[in-house]
């Protein structure tokens, strides 16, 4: 480490000789690189937290490039009326198509949905219907005419009747082919089950990721509604527009009002700390020296309590600036993980200007004049600024190598945030040190033997033996219950709850509900590799099955015959269906399902594509208006359990056919599974592979085994802490939070860093002397780097939260393990005559 800081030791001088020119020049590279950084805007597709080389990831992509992205705005309207709510709807629908866009002159709509035409397929039901759904149906006519003709004959006795529990239920076979049947013609209306909700969908010509469109529209639309007047209708209907496009505006909104919100609460936290204690640090260090030399009053001191904030901020936020425009350049965006590091950098970064100054601050009171505390200060503390430095940096670079973007990006991010901030504070905040020294506004009392003040040292570190005890039971502790330390797979836990969107949903009800959500779709190319593609998931199910994820797979070629030959098995199907119903045994019966299905059987000529209605089309329909050759394939799970996403994922996200074809199915929920799958992975060897990186650079700087593992257990210690409270309180880890741990393993040691390579300049016996010290330093480092990180605690997003909280309690714990547990195992090693200095220690400044 002494070679590099030699090497880079005239840039250093560059600063005490020419700080004006080096202030001015920090400040244009500033200027424009925080042009640059301000055009970064957030991600929040959690499908590009994959690499685009995964092929969940090129599945989707190619799903979206063949049917495209549209997402409907939805209009709830409730009432107790039915009736005025259809007339409330016929009166928007137009009036909501003739909506302008102020911005570009165009309509803010492009189509609506609203009344469904079902005449049309109530004749071709069964001409829609699957050959799987057809058999299911045959089914359960034969069942009905085998009961029918028992029902006839006078000398059958149904023994069973008396213990049948399930009278009035359908048979499987009719349930099956029923639910089918209601899929595919839902009611004319849109309507919830109790008939007090209908819902509109109207499809925007702006993209979803226009976010000023998106404000701009549903600023105008509420103020449309309001124009509207749904009162005349009725007195108690109520009108909102929302749905999922809305609630995508609201937490990219969230996630921007979040970051501002942790800037604000952690960097002035930040800032106050270090003012705070500047202020005593100087102005106590100032009071112990000679009574003659105290010139200045305690105003004069006050008036000077923004200059360390100056001193220290100013060449942070230039680092910072330089560390975003880069990002802009090499990321393009921030994800949700990284859209906070501002201020956490923030935290991270201030930390080598304070133990730079405030070492700085300790030369100058021992009578050193400016230039000779820089170098000494440059020299001393410089050597495990930099360990520490360059040991956090390259254990969060290590994140890079992760395939998955929140560990990767959030690697790359704070790795060189942490580079810029070590090299401004060491060779750009000089410059302003020397210029406030210029003009005076830096005071400073030299601290003699003859002054007022005597330093009491205590002989030796109290209940070294009980905390270190403690320290390693506590590790015993975790080792043994470390099955307790839970992972959050519950997407729906970690995202914002949002009053409006949930008054919403509870408005529409069961409106747009279905039993079919989230599918995931299979792009093929030709309609034999579809039939293909379903042969194999149907294989999947039958193999897998009550254990299957998959409640149905559907492809609209299956329904809808597209050749000659295809047309006329089907049509041939319903005449078989036909002679079923006309069986002399059900000919007469009275049922609504018969008569739904005789009107159903009845088509004898192919149905005209053009024919079907919108609403069921659109989902088989190209973004270029073709027929889709695509597989849609329904979970029978809850994806929002990220277990179940992942079971999902393994049994139908790589599809292998009988002759070897290999198709990847895609679906946001799928990409969302392969990363969380992804990230648990990566996490364990991302955070073993930061702990040795650590491991390493600490054998660099130390030059011994001996002292590396002595600088290290506060980390480790500190680390077994935090996971004891997590075992203790219940906490979890999580999709957010696990990237903090490759973080807190960097951040926490640098206490064991600064407090060993401090002991050891000043030998033994001088651990108290090092506590008050370097001690100091390292607390104020950890507090701010812990404000940094507060800031999240008081943001609305839980992942955030989960995030700050996290970060908060474990680097606390390792700084409580550097400052009790680190100096009591010194105590400790010292009475037994094992502490070993392994280089000729260097004599006192």
Same mark, same amino acid.
């Given at each position: 480490m002494d070679f590099i800081l030699n090497i880079l030791k005239p840039v250093l001088r560059l600063n005490y000789r020419y700080p004006g020119f080096v202030i001015i020049a920090a400040l244009v590279i500033a200027i424009i690189s925080g042009s640059f950084a301000l055009k970064l805007s957030v991600d929040t597709?959690?499908?590009?937290?994959?690499?685009? *080389?995964?092929?969940?990831?090129? +599945?989707?992509? $190619?799903? =979206?490039? *063949?049917?495209?992205?549209? *997402?409907?705005? =939805?209009?709830?309207? /409730?009432?107790?009326?039915?009736?005025? &709510?259809? +007339?409330? +709807?016929?009166?928007?629908?137009? $009036?909501?198509?003739?909506?302008? &866009?102020? $911005?570009?002159?165009?309509?803010?709509?492009?189509?609506?949905?609203?009344? =469904?035409?079902t005449e049309v397929l109530k004749d071709y039901a069964l001409y829609l219907a699957t050959h799987n759904e057809l058999d299911e149906l045959e089914r359960y006519l034969m069942d009905e005419i085998e009961d029918a003709k028992l029902a006839a004959n006078p000398f059958f006795v149904d023994f069973e009747d008396d213990f049948d529990d399930d009278d009035g239920e359908p048979s499987y076979a009719r349930a099956a082919f029923m639910d089918a049947y209601a899929d595919l013609i839902p009611s004319e209306y849109p309507v919830s089950s109790d008939s007090t909700s209908i819902v509109l969908k109207f499809f925007p010509t702006g993209s979803r990721s226009d976010l000023s469109f998106l404000r701009n529209l549903f600023q105008h639309y509420d103020e449309f509604i309001e124009e509207m007047n749904p009162s005349s209708f009725h007195e108690d209907m109520v009108v909102k527009a929302g749905g999922r496009l809305k609630r995508h505006l609201l937490e990219i909104d969230s996630i921007m009002n979040d970051v501002l919100s942790s800037f604000s609460t952690g960097i002035s936290g930040v800032l106050f700390m270090v003012m705070l204690y500047f202020f005593w640090k100087i102005y106590f260090s100032y009071k112990k020296g000679s009574r003659e030399e105290q010139k200045k009053g305690f105003f004069s001191h006050i008036k000077r309590v923004p200059i360390s904030l100056i001193i220290i901020g100013v060449p942070l936020l230039v680092s910072l600036t330089i560390t975003f425009a880069i990002t802009y350049f090499v990321l393009g965006v921030l994800n949700t993980m990284t859209s906070v590091l501002f201020v956490i950098l923030f935290g991270l970064g201030i930390d080598y200007g304070i133990h730079f100054y405030a070492r700085y601050l300790e030369f100058r009171s021992s009578g050193k004049d400016a230039i000779v505390a820089i170098e000494h200060t440059y020299m001393s503390s410089g050597r495990a600024i930099m360990t520490s430095a360059i040991t956090t940096a390259l254990a969060l670079f290590v994140l890079i190598y992760a395939e998955f973007r929140g560990f990767s990006e959030f690697g790359f991010i704070s790795g060189l945030g942490i580079l810029l901030a070590y090299l401004s504070m060491m060779y750009l905040m000089p410059a302003f040190i020397m210029l406030f020294e210029k003009w005076n506004f830096i005071l400073v009392n030299r601290n003699t033997e003859g002054s007022n003040y005597v330093k009491k040292i205590p002989k030796r570190y109290p209940f070294a033996r009980t905390i270190v005890a403690a320290g390693f039971l506590i590790v015993i502790f975790v080792i043994f219950n470390k099955d307790k330390l839970n992972f959050e797979y519950n997407f729906g836990v970690l995202e914002p709850?949002?009053?409006?969107?949930?008054?919403?949903?509870?408005?529409?009800?069961?409106?747009?509900?279905? /039993? $079919?959500?989230?599918?995931?779709?299979?792009? +093929?190319d030709t309609d034999e590799e579809i039939e293909i593609i379903l042969e194999s998931i149907r294989r999947i199910m039958r193999e897998k099955g009550d254990e299957s994820t998959i409640l149905d797979v559907e492809a609209l070629q299956e329904r809808f015959p597209t050749t000659e030959e295809q047309e006329q098995a089907k049509l041939t199907r319903l005449a078989d269906i036909r002679i079923l119903l006309q069986d002399p045994f059900i000919a007469d019966q009275e049922s609504d399902d018969l008569d739904r299905l005789r009107r159903a059987s009845q088509a004898t000529e192919p149905l005209n594509f053009e024919r079907l209605p919108d609403y069921l089309t659109e989902r088989f329909i190209t973004r270029d208006g073709e027929i889709g050759r695509f597989v849609m394939i329904y979970p029978s799970v809850g994806l929002a359990d990220g277990r179940n996403s992942i079971a999902f994922k393994n049994e139908i996200g790589r599809i292998e056919t009988a002759d070897g074809s290999v198709f990847y199915s895609a679906s946001t929920s799928l990409v969302a599974a392969s990363m969380l799958d992804l990230m648990i992975q990566e996490s364990f060897v991302m955070v073993m592979a930061t702990f040795i990186m650590i491991l390493i650079m600490m054998f660099i700087s130390f030059r011994s085994f001996r002292w590396t593992i002595i600088s290290m257990l506060p980390l480790v210690i500190g680390l077994s802490w935090l996971f004891f409270i997590m075992i203790i309180f219940d906490m979890s880890f999580n999709f957010y939070n696990l990237v903090t741990l490759p973080a807190i393993l960097g951040i926490g040691n640098d206490n064991g860093v600064h407090l060993a390579s401090r002991y050891r300049e000043e030998g033994k016996k001088s651990m108290w002397n090092v506590l008050s010290s370097t001690g100091q330093h390292i607390s104020i480092g950890s507090f701010t780097t812990m404000l940094g990180f507060a800031g999240l605690l008081f943001t609305v997003h839980p992942g955030l939260f989960s995030i700050g909280l996290l970060a908060v309690i474990g680097i606390g714990m390792t700084l409580l393990s550097a400052v009790t547990f680190l100096p009591a195992l010194v105590q400790v090693l010292e009475d037994r005559n094992w502490i070993k200095f392994d280089y000729k220690k260097s004599s006192k400044e």
């Open positions: 597709d959690i499908a590009n937290l994959l690499p685009d *080389t995964h092929p969940n990831v090129q +599945a989707l992509e $190619r799903l =979206r490039d *063949t049917v495209g992205g549209e *997402t409907e705005m =939805r209009v709830v309207i /409730n009432s107790p009326d039915f009736d005025a &709510n259809v +007339a409330f +709807a016929d009166a928007i629908i137009p $009036r909501s198509m003739q909506l302008i &866009n102020p $911005r570009n002159g165009e309509p803010f709509f492009s189509r609506y949905e609203f009344r =469904r035409d709850e949002f009053p409006e969107f949930v008054e919403f949903s509870e408005l529409s009800g069961d409106a747009v509900s279905s /039993n $079919r959500r989230n599918p995931a779709y299979v792009v +093929a």
